[in-house]
């Protein structure tokens, strides 16, 4: 009908979870808000995918050259926890618990998708090691196959280091989560690192 | 984390349907994204809602004066069809039944939501009935308090071109719908309004 609205529709429906019923919905509700308010939206992505920048440390998101979270002084500088994404660390930093640095792979070895240990910062990672206080390495990546096969990959790189420490996070069936719901593999290996519960006394 | 994130989330959930967590789903996806590829979505959506424009004779979305519609001449000039939203126009548009010109009327009269006869294009749908040639003018809004007064004003403000007849599009239990999960109005009004079977002879 129009092709500034076919255009935008068809943009808008390659981001994911959007289709073009979504798209042509969010396109009209745009048609009804103030043209400042929509540009405003265009601009902060823009500046945003334009102007982002990765820590020189942990290659988390960074509006500087180093993230806050390797900038702020009072984390412990002893631990790196190791995720894929950026939004590994927003999860965890949410729970409040973890007080180390984080290192962001950038993904997983994943033949499949042409991903190879070169395409990840794992050498970043090494050279931190090197240079810094460094004890402890905690890896906490996904339970797949490609994330497994990273797992291994950087345990083996990491043995030039003696003296780190390298575990990865724990396995079990989620707070909230019902035994019913929960894979064989979970269950099994949640059985057999079964804790001991602490007696009165 | 990042203020250049902070406000691509901010920004995008003032979307409908999208909440801050599809917001940062749908940047840190962009993240992955060509540079390119989101700066054309952003290109596309800006170049939409500040260049589009109305059609001067039924204020349908139009890329230039008159909207592809009302250029059509293979159309039937005779019958306008008045809707509310330009997405309604899509809708029957896409039924490929209707064969003559729409009158898009931008809302509906709401006193709630400060939405007067004078914010609706209701002076053009009769100006176009002064000048054109239209003998029937169907009108097809919602079947709300607001928009039966929408209704009830257009007719009489119609009412100074007698020879213009005054349609509703008719109301009752959809294809595929059940009567036990109709609404008691709608069900009152398909008996009302029964269509005889034509039988064979």
Same mark, same amino acid.
């Given at each position: ?108 070895? @994943? ?15 090494? @050279?931190? !090691?090197?240079?810094? %206080? ?39 069936? $989620?707070? $909230? ?12 290996? !949640? ?9 009165? %006394?």
């Amino acid at each position: 009908m129009s092709k500034l609205l076919d255009d935008a529709v068809n943009e808008l429906s390659k981001l994911p979870s959007i289709g073009r019923r979504t798209a042509l919905r969010l396109s009209l509700h745009m048609l009804r808000m103030d043209v400042q308010q929509v540009n405003m939206i265009t601009e902060s992505i823009g500046k945003f995918r334009n102007n982002i920048r990765y820590c020189s440390c942990c290659n988390n998101l960074s509006d500087n050259e180093l993230c806050p979270i390797c900038e702020d002084l009072s984390r412990d500088r002893s631990i790196v926890c190791v995720v894929e994404h950026i939004g590994d660390v927003m999860s965890i930093e949410k729970t409040n618990q973890y007080k180390g640095l984080y290192h962001v792979l950038g993904g997983v070895i @994943s033949p499949m998708h042409g991903t190879g240990p070169s395409d990840l910062k794992v050498d970043l990672l090494l @050279s931190n !090691a090197q240079k810094n %206080e460094i004890q402890e390495v905690i890896l906490a990546l996904s339970t797949t196959i490609e994330g497994e096969t990273t797992q291994f990959y950087i345990t083996r790189r990491l043995e030039e280091f003696p003296d780190i420490k390298i575990s990865t996070i724990a396995r079990g069936i $989620g707070f $909230g989560d019902e035994l019913e719901f929960s894979d064989e593999l979970t269950i099994a290996h !949640a059985i057999h690192n079964r804790t001991k519960i602490a007696k009165y %006394e």
